[in-house]
């Protein structure tokens, strides 16, 4: 928002594009684009995002985040915008110094260099600490007018939003789920054990317990009833077998892709076990499979026996 209004104050008209995937959403891109009356293009990116993040040049940071290569991604894909719409070069908020890892001066570097359009790509916050650009160069937008804002502080960004009028605005942190603990263990186990995956088992993987029963089969369990909403939502009757025990209070659970006969029971006790069903008494479970529908008997098996199952 204060690189986009500080090229604005210059007389510069502005469009931001953001991207949206599994992993993050352009809500706040999108409250932003509210606040502000700059224009926005959302694209969901997430084939070629995949393709990138399943052997990422630079690897991860501290989970799954292939920050400078989804950085130069981004750049390269609203570089091949700019182009097609004729805008004359590419900005970001980024400021200099205030991410330890996507943000130095080498990573600043190399994201440019990757992204394909090295020399168009501003950042009006920290510019002055920045070699100068060639929309700088060419007179495009006015260099003593840009900032030299750098470090891990936010005073100084805080300080200009105030200036601009701005007062609401998203927390520097949060967002991508590729920086969460628990969905870049559940997504490595995914990357670790299928070859192929459907656009709606990254979203799964967003919801509920997920348990690894073996080789090819897991089972996404409900703990609430938004959880199961969710899941039930991301439910493909063509591929997937969902399970819920019949007359007592429990758990949907989902098993992607099917399974086989034993993984099937085996998954049919996991929901027992989860449900309110009494104890070692056989209670009746309703499997459905793409091939069909059945009732089967089962005994619940407690959920602290199954802990080493789970992706954590
Ligand atoms: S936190 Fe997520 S969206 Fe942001 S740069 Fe890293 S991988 Fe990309």
């Known amino acids: 928002m204060l690189s986009g209004i500080l090229l604005r104050k210059q007389g510069i008209k502005v469009q931001w594009i953001t991207f949206e995937t599994p992993f993050f959403s352009s809500e706040k891109a999108k409250q932003a684009s509210k606040t502000t009356g700059i224009q926005l293009i959302v694209k969901d990116i997430t084939p070629i995002y995949l393709e990138m993040l399943t052997d990422p040049r630079c690897g991860y940071g501290k989970h799954m985040n292939p920050c400078m290569d989804c950085h130069a991604l981004m750049f390269n894909l609203a570089g091949k915008i700019m182009k097609e719409k004729g805008f004359d070069f590419l900005f970001s908020g980024e400021v200099l110094g205030q991410r330890p890892m996507s943000q130095t ?55 200009l939003a105030k200036e601009f009028g701005i007062k609401n605005y998203p927390s520097p942190a949060g967002g991508c789920l590729l920086t969460d603990k628990g969905y870049a263990s559940r997504l490595k186990d995914l990357f670790d054990h299928q070859d192929s995956y459907a656009e709606r088992e990254l979203h799964l993987l967003k919801h509920g317990r997920h348990l690894r029963l073996n080789d090819t089969a897991k089972i996404i369990v409900g703990r609430t009833q938004k959880d199961n909403e969710n899941i039930k ?29 034993d993984v099937r029971m085996l998954a049919a006790s996991v929901c027992v076990g989860y449900s309110k069903a009494p104890d070692i008494t056989p209670v009746e479970v309703s499997v459905t499979t793409p091939q069909g529908h059945e009732i089967v008997q089962v005994i619940g098996v407690p959920p602290k026996e199954i802990q080493h199952f789970l992706i954590q």
């Open 105 to 159: 001066m080498n990573s600043l570097r190399y994201v440019e260099k990757q992204s394909g359009f090295e020399g168009y790509i501003l950042r009006p916050l920290s510019a002055k600490k920045l070699p100068e650009t060639i929309p700088e160069q060419q007179g495009m937008v006015n260099r003593n007018l840009l900032l030299d804002i750098s470090g891990r502080s936010r005073k100084p960004q805080i300080k």
């Open 233 to 261: 939502k991301y439910y493909d009757p063509n591929m997937d077998t969902l399970i819920k025990v019949k007359k007592i209070p429990g758990p949907i659970v989902l098993m992607p892709n099917n399974g086989g006969k």
